[in-house]
């Protein structure tokens, strides 16, 4: 099994980066997918959620309104748009994975990291001001 994040870089306050993660997962569309961040020294932290039909979102209240979670099951990748960044957004970013069997179990209650069995390596977000 095999989450590769990529998207990750430099940006100034008030920009955008997407984030991908192509998965090795089978069937992809089984799997509720989230994004997650953590910066040094701290826990990581729930970003966003997504079940396998994309009939069920789930973001955390820093960046709702902010980024958008959504997923390809033709390409097996997941996404995290992120617009209107801010420097308190800077942190390692990284996808997980999640079995779930099922294209419809919401994604409310999986914000937790122990949640999630597989994970990528992470992606570096900087946000300057």
């Known amino acids: 099994v095999q989450l590769q994040a990529s998207g990750g870089g430099l940006v100034q306050a008030g920009g955008s980066l997407r984030l991908s993660c192509a998965a090795s997962l089978r069937p992809f569309s089984k799997y509720i997918m989230g994004w997650f961040r953590q910066t040094p020294g701290k826990e990581r932290d729930f970003v966003a959620a997504?079940?396998?039909?994309?009939?069920?979102?789930n973001l955390a209240d820093s960046v709702t309104g902010r980024f958008t979670i959504s997923r390809d099951n033709a390409k097996d990748t997941v996404y995290l748009q992120m617009s209107n960044l801010k420097p308190e957004d800077t942190a390692v970013y990284y996808c997980?994975?999640?079995?779930?069997?099922?294209?419809?179990?919401?994604?409310?209650?999986?914000?937790?990291?122990?949640?999630?069995?597989?994970w990528g390596q992470g992606t570096q977000v900087t946000v300057s001001s």
């Open positions: 997980a994975a999640r079995w779930s069997g099922s294209f419809y179990e919401t994604t409310r209650t999986r914000t937790r990291v122990e949640e999630y069995r597989y």
């Open positions: 997504i079940n396998g039909g994309s009939s069920s979102t």
